[in-house]
């Protein structure tokens, strides 16, 4: 019998059950955390920082505490789009979350880097270990959801990720090109092999609305949202328009401006986790 593993438990003999290693970190102690969900791709460049900034705001606005963890540590992009120029500041033992004028919680490498264009020039196993800090050394304070800015692919971060932190769920991002079922397959699939559930599938640049005659353009192609995620079994999906208007609001760090109604599906679901 080969000792590959497939996956595929159902036709497996190995009692893979008795040597699981728990790999999951602690939260320092006083920091609480409910809910955490990982924002996918399988590639970069569809839109991630954007909608997880969205689903953020949207709870925030809901009455929830939420909060951000930017795990793309060298293209962090999140403190910008909440308008964020402050550094992050604690003690010897821990770091303190910046937060947002409505309250929402932020930490980024960003934050505490000297200068904001300062490159990170670390090797993977590196950048992998700043992201757990930023889950075991962060004071987060009754954080309800929080969300989890990942960088694009499978590599070492997305895997670090989901071992150490208790993730709850995935959004997937993608984008109405032709190749959007690769990019969709691979972030399902990581997803299966660790046994955590795909919340939703959230199309981005997905069409633009003439503010003129009102129809609507599909600039980048046609929509495959709706069988992309028939194809995966994935039941709720959201589309977000080509809108200048939320371009300029993001360039100026208001994002939490931004009507939450597009992401509204999502944000459903990602409530009803508490409930």
């Avoid at 000792?3 to 790999?23: G, P």
């Avoid at 006083?30 to 791709?41: F, R």
């Avoid at 809108?243 to 999502?266: K, N, Q, T």
Wanted: hydrophobic share 45%; glycine share 8%.
């Amino acid at each position: 019998m080969s000792n590959e593993c497939t996956h595929d438990c159902s036709t497996c003999q190995v009692d893979c059950e008795s040597r699981k290693v728990d790999f999951r970190k602690n939260l320092r102690e006083g920091a609480s955390v409910k809910k955490v969900i990982a924002v996918v791709s399988g590639k970069g460049g569809v839109g991630k920082s954007l909608v997880t900034s969205l689903l953020a705001s949207e709870m925030q606005r809901r009455g929830y505490h939420a909060a951000v963890l930017d795990a793309d540590i060298t293209g962090p992009s999140i403190p910008a789009s909440f308008g964020i120029t402050q550094h992050a500041y604690g003690t010897d033992e821990y770091l303190l979350p910046v937060t947002t004028h409505t309250g929402l919680q932020i930490m980024s490498m960003n934050l505490i880097l000297q200068e904001a264009t300062e490159p990170v020039v670390w090797r993977g196993p590196v950048i992998a270990g700043a992201v757990t800090q930023f889950w075991t050394d962060v004071l987060w304070q009754d954080v309800d959801f929080m969300f989890v800015d990942m960088p694009p692919g499978t590599g070492d971060v997305p895997l670090t990720v989901f071992q150490s932190l208790p993730i709850d769920g995935v959004v997937i991002v993608t984008s109405p090109q032709d190749l959007v079922s690769m990019i969709v397959a691979k972030a399902v699939n990581m997803a299966d092999m660790m046994n955590i559930p795909v919340l939703g599938l959230v199309e981005n640049m997905a069409y633009f609305k003439c503010p003129d005659c009102g129809k609507e353009h599909a600039i980048f192609g046609e929509s495959h949202v709706a069988e992309t995620a028939e194809a995966f079994g994935i039941e709720h999906t959201a589309r977000l328009p080509i809108d200048p208007a939320i371009a300029v609001m993001v360039d100026a760090g208001e994002v939490e401006s931004v009507d939450g109604a597009h992401i509204a599906p999502i944000a459903d679901v990602v409530e009803g986790l508490l409930k």
